[in-house]
C-alpha cells in the first residue's frame, strides 16, 4: 500500500500552504484509492526545541537514559520511522520571517542522527534516508525565487539532500501578498503544477 506523508507547518488552519498541501494529498488520493495519507501537523502538534538534554538522550545507551530521555528518544525514532516507511513526502511550507517555520526546523532538528539518517564516511556525508519524491510546496507574501533573499530553497535543498533526500519538487506560489490580481494568478498557477505532480 502507498503512503503519502504530508508535512504541514502553515500556523492558521487556513494557510495558503497548508491549502496547496491538502490539494496535493486530495488528488494523490485519487490516484492511489488503497493508499494512506498520513498527516503531521507540526502547527497543531509541535515539537519542542531541541535541547542539550535530548542530543545526550540521542546518543547515550538505553540503560543510562530515564523515562524522559527515553521518550525523547523514542518520539524521534518514530518520526524517522514514518518518514522512512513514506513512498512519497509533502511538506507545506511558508515563508514567515525569511525562514522555514521553526515548527518544521524543530522537527528536522528531531530527525537528523548521527548513525541513523546520516553517517560521515572518508568520502563524505551519506544519507541514510531511502529516496524518494519529496514535494516542497511554498507559499510566499512577497517574490524571492532565484533571489538571494530566498533563504528557504537552499537551505531545504541542503538539509533534505543530507539525509538522502535528493528527488525534490519544489511549488512556489508567490507574491500573495501583492494585490489581488497576482494572489489568483500565482495560486492559480501552483494549484495547476499540484495537480500534474500529483498524478505523476
Ligand atoms: C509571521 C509572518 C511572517 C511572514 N514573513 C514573510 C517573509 O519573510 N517573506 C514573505 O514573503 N512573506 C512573509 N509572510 C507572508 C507569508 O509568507 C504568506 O502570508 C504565506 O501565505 C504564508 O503561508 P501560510 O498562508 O501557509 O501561513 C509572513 C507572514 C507571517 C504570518
New binding site residues.
Partial sequence: MATLLVIQS???T??????LAQQFANTWQTQHPDGQVIVRDLAANPLPHLSDSDIAAFFSPSESLDDVAMARRQESDDLIAELQAADAVVI?V??????VPSTLKAYFDRIARAGVTFKYTEQGPVGLIADKPVYLLA??????VGTAADSQTPFLTTFLNFIGLRSLHYVY??G??MGAELREAALRQASETIDRLARS
Fill in positions: 502553515s500556523l492558521s487556513t494557510g495558503q500552504a497548508r491549502q507545506g511558508p515563508m514567515y520571517n525569511f525562514g507559499a510566499r507574501g512577497g517574490q524571492y506560489a508567490e500573495l501578498n
